[in-house]
């Protein structure tokens, strides 16, 4: 498993454009799997354990609002920075990215994220 997350942050690196950093987490016990960072101080590994937290709320509003609908995917815009969590259909992990807003392509994320999702679920 190690070697398939390897690869999968390896691919986020390379190809997702303004990339900050990234974690696998899973969602029952809010620890990362794997994680990665270029910026000196970014933990994404903490923030994932916090989005956990995001995750969970949004599917209790969804419930009280009768939405019975699946939750794919969560979006932070900040000034300087996008923030997507991409959650797997199996619901049981999540892909935390982290892009320089300026630099990266919004596009491109989306869907390098859920190709390399797929993948992984294909693995896993």
Same mark, same amino acid.
């Given at each position: 498993?190690?070697? =398939? ?13 303004? *990339?900050?950093? !990234?974690?696998? %987490? ?6 990362? #799997?794997?994680? /990665?960072?270029? !910026? ?20 209790? %509003?969804?419930?009280? #609002?009768?939405?019975?609908? %699946? &939750?794919? /995917? ?5 000034? /300087?920075? !996008?923030? !997507? =969590?991409?959650?797997?259909?199996? +619901?049981? *992990?999540?892909? *935390?990215?982290? #892009?320089?807003?300026?630099? +990266?392509? #919004?596009?491109? %994320?989306?869907? &390098?994220?859920?190709? *390399? ?8």
């Amino acid at each position: 498993m190690e070697v =398939i997350l390897n690869k999968l942050i390896s691919n986020i690196k390379e190809n997702i454009p303004g *990339y900050i950093g !990234v974690s696998v %987490t899973e969602m029952s016990s809010g620890e990362s #799997l794997v994680s /990665d960072s270029v !910026v000196e101080g970014f933990d994404p590994e903490l923030a994932s354990a916090f989005n956990v937290e995001i995750i969970n709320a949004k599917r209790k %509003t969804m419930e009280i #609002l009768n939405i019975s609908d %699946t &939750l794919n /995917d969560i979006e932070f815009n900040l000034s /300087d920075q !996008v923030h !997507v =969590i991409n959650i797997s259909d199996s +619901g049981e *992990y999540f892909i *935390y990215l982290a #892009l320089n807003k300026e630099k +990266g392509n #919004l596009g491109i %994320t989306r869907r &390098l994220l859920s190709k *390399y999702k797929e993948e992984l679920s294909n693995e896993l």
